[in-house]
C-alpha cells in the first residue's frame, strides 16, 4: 500500500483540492487536505498530536517538514537538512539491476528517518 492509499484511507474518503502525493510526501500542496491527512499520521509532529512522539509547544502541523519561504529550494520549501550520511545499498545474487546511494524524495525522507538528524532540528 503506497501513502496515497493509506492517507485516503485514515482520511476515509479521495484527497482533493489539488492535493498529490508522489514519491512519499515529497510532493503535498494545498494545505487545507493535506494538513488534515498529515494530522492523522504519524508524521503530525505537533503538540497537539497523540503521537508518542510530538513537539512541547509548537501545534502547526506542517512546519517540521515545510516552511513558508526561506527554506530549501530542492524540495517544496523543505525545512531540514540534507542528511550527510553514506548508505549501504541492498544487495543480492537474484537482484537485477543496481541500488545506489538514494537521490530526491528518497533523501528528503531520509532527512528524519535515517537516525542522523534530530526530529526538532529544523531550519527556520
Not at 23 to 33: K, N, P, R, S
Request: aromatic share 4%; proline share 4%; with cysteine.
Amino acid at each position: 500500500m503506497n501513502i496515497a492509499s493509506a492517507l485516503r484511507r485514515r482520511v476515509g474518503a479521495t484527497l482533493a483540492g489539488g492535493v498529490w502525493l508522489a514519491a512519499g510526501l515529497g510532493g503535498v500542496a494545498g494545505t487545507g487536505a493535506a494538513q488534515s491527512a498529515i494530522r492523522l499520521t504519524k508524521h503530525n509532529l505537533s503538540a497537539a498530536s497523540a503521537n508518542t512522539v510530538r513537539a512541547s509547544t509548537t501545534t502547526a502541523v506542517c512546519e517540521f517538514c515545510h516552511v513558508p519561504h526561506w527554506g530549501r529550494t530542492d524540495a517544496p520549501l523543505w525545512n531540514r537538512s540534507s542528511s550527510v550520511a553514506t548508505y549501504t545499498p541492498y544487495t543480492s545474487p537474484s537482484l537485477q539491476g543496481s541500488a545506489g546511494q538514494p537521490t530526491g524524495a528518497s533523501k528528503l525522507c531520509l532527512s528524519c528517518h535515517d537516525g542522523s538528524i534530530a526530529t526538532g532540528a529544523v531550519l527556520v
